[in-house]
């Protein structure tokens, strides 16, 4: 168990390229959708993890705060669907969070590890997206709203990843982390045709 917190800048092994950028602002419509359903999911993921390590007190704690945050940012996306007059509806998913979530091992410790780290580098490129639509979002009050949440994505990785801290030596920790950063980006190597914020 590390004492010092985690460094978590520079973790995505490759940045989000241009053609995401134009694909999401061609369908922003699309992508605020997708983005209700990102932040029900992320909601799910710390519930999940809190019933399935309930003697983590640690985690427990600093996932409670997470999961109520991403269903404070749940009603807040749709409170921007009801006001732009797009009516909730289910959307396919992309490969990419079930091509992370196969990269779980199965066993314990290592399932616990991969669970908060998989969730971490979700949560990173998520803030990395979403400032991309504040800088680029032709609609400058949607781009401020998307500019908004960057903190809390930004504190929720950090959250991750420190708890993968917490729980484990910091040379597991970072050598998994290399890993997994690689397989993240290769799922997003070929833009996905169906606009996504994890597209």
């Not at 993921?45 to 600093?62: C, D, E, G």
Request: net charge negative.
């Amino acid at each position: 168990m590390s004492s010092s917190i985690l460094p978590i800048i520079n973790t995505l092994n490759q940045p989000t390229s241009w053609a995401w950028v134009e694909q999401a602002i061609t369908h922003l419509n699309i992508i605020l959708l997708d983005h209700s359903h990102c932040e029900r999911k992320a909601a799910g993921v710390a519930l999940n993890l809190m019933f399935r390590y309930p003697s983590y007190t640690q985690l427990v704690r600093q996932l409670t705060a997470i999961a109520r945050e991403e269903l404070e940012h749940f009603e807040q996306v749709n409170q921007w669907l009801e006001r732009l007059g797009i009516p909730l509806a289910p959307l396919s998913s992309p490969p990419y969070a079930a091509g992370l979530k196969a990269e779980i091992r199965r066993h314990e410790p290592e399932r616990l590890l991969d669970s908060l780290l998989v969730s971490g580098l979700i949560e990173a490129r998520s803030h990395e997206r979403l400032g991309l639509l504040a800088n680029h979002c032709p609609d400058r009050e949607l781009a401020k709203f998307y500019g908004g949440l960057m903190a809390s994505e930004a504190r929720h990785f950090g959250v991750y990843w420190v708890l993968a801290d917490t729980y484990f030596e910091r040379d597991v920790v970072t050598g998994r982390l290399e890993e997994l950063a690689v397989r993240e980006s290769e799922l997003l190597v070929t833009l996905h045709p169906e606009p996504r914020i994890h597209s």
